[in-house]
Structure formats: C-alpha cells, structure tokens
C-alpha cells in the first residue's frame, strides 16, 4: 500500500500546506481520505487526475476536510473529465451538508445533468465497509461537527493505515491504531489550546501505550510547525508533510 499525503495542513492552511487529503494505492485502486477546501491545490500541484480516483472516504464535515467535494466534481465533470463511476462515503448528513456546499459556492449545480454517474453512502460508526477493494472500519472520535467525526483504519494487501481525522484525545485511538504499519494523527498546538483538537503535551503522554509500528503527525498548527525540533528531542512521531510518499 502506497499512501500520498497530498494536503497535511490545518484549517488555515498553516506552513502554507493544502487542506486535508490522503491518497492510498493498492493492486491498481485508488482510495482518497479527505478533500478539503484548499485540496485541489495540492492534488493539482503532484500531477494527479480525478479520473485516478476508485472511491472517497470523509471522516468529518468541517470545510477543511470535505469542503473541496463541489470542486472536485464539477473539475471532473468540466475539465479533467471523468470516465467511471465515483462513490463518496463518510458520516450521516454528508449527503445534505455537501448539497447545501454545492448551492452555496455554484448555484444550480445540483441539478446539472453529470457525465459520469457518482454517489454518496452514509456510514454510521462503528462501522466496517468495503471500498474500491480496501477494507475500512471507522470509529468515533471527539470533534464536533455537526455530524459524527471518526478515525478510520484502512487495509490492504496485508498493510494496515490508521488516521484519526481531526480530535482530542480518546483511547479510541489506541484500538483504530494497534498493530497498524502506519498510524497518523493529528498534533493541532503545542499546548491544550482548542477543543476537539489534539496537543503536543496530551499526545506525549499517550505515546507509549500506541501499538502502531509508525507514527507521523499531521494537521499542524503554527506552534506545532515551529516546535518541531522540541517534539522530535522529546520522542516525539514523524511530521507529515505535502507530496510525502510512504510505501507500507
């Protein structure tokens, strides 16, 4: 499994990084986690099309993280056109949430007639699904967004990928992360700074009981970012960063 970090950055876009997004390959199948706002910049800046794309998964529903759903598909269906089905998956109220997005930024989209033929399932955590031939099992975390956030542990071919989406601390963490050949996780501040949100001194503490055989941190914030060189001299994981590449 081959997993691209297309976009590791914040809400903000701190360190100048691209919104959420993660693509894994596997046998020929492409699973994308996340695609937020700001997405399209970093996908378009590695080279990648949409027409690469088997499935989708969104682990919540803040901009950040699926806000560049209506970009992405109007793209397919415009400029880069897309030739094979596409399926979304993420929580209950994406179907809604991502309508009301699409009417927002380019009203009447909604009812264009489309190339290709996409749709959207809503999954409940916990749940356990099958997606452009990976396996995935989510679980919920602590963010509110108006729907359930989750974690979510993806395999294939043997390899297992864990990422906790956007949330503070909570041990469900340590069974969506056990054993996993790579686990990341969100490390927004340096100190406990905003709710449903990861900081340094919180994960430290948690890091000995991870059982994951890697971790890497994303989603950082400008202190996060600066105190790097502070994270690594304390044991600290990896830093993700854009266009990184990890073959599992």
């Not at 919180?202 to 914030?221: F, K, Q, Y």
Request: glycine share 12%; with cysteine; proline share 6%.
């Amino acid at each position: 499994m081959r997993v691209t970090f297309v976009g590791t950055g914040d809400a903000f876009g701190s360190g100048g990084r691209a919104h959420t997004c993660l693509r894994l390959d596997h046998a020929g199948q492409t699973l994308m986690i996340d695609f937020g706002a700001a997405s399209i910049v970093g996908w378009r800046r590695l080279g990648f099309s949409f027409n690469e794309i088997d499935g989708l998964l969104v682990t919540h529903l803040h901009g950040d993280h699926f806000g560049g759903l209506p970009f992405l598909l109007l793209e397919a269906q415009f400029v880069d056109p897309r030739d094979k089905p596409l399926t979304i998956y993420g929580p209950p109220g994406l179907r809604s949430r991502l309508s009301m997005a699409m009417e927002a930024f380019f009203p009447g989209t909604t009812g264009i007639k489309w190339r290709f033929p996409w749709e959207i399932h809503e999954i409940a955590p916990p749940s356990r699904v099958e997606i452009a031939g990976f396996a995935v099992r989510t679980m919920e975390v602590v963010h509110a967004s108006g729907a359930p956030a989750t974690a979510v542990r993806i395999g294939a071919g043997g390899k297992s990928f864990a990422f906790s989406g956007d949330t503070a601390w909570t041990d469900a963490l340590l069974d969506i992360s056990a054993d996993a050949d790579l686990f990341v996780c969100e490390c927004h501040s340096m100190a406990p700074k905003a709710p449903g949100h990861m900081d340094w001194p919180r994960l430290r503490e948690n890091l000995p009981r991870v059982r994951a055989r890697r971790m890497m941190i994303t989603h950082m914030g400008p202190e996060v970012l600066v105190g790097l060189d502070t994270i690594r001299a304390e044991g600290g994981p990896e830093a993700a960063s854009d266009g990184l590449v990890v073959e599992l």
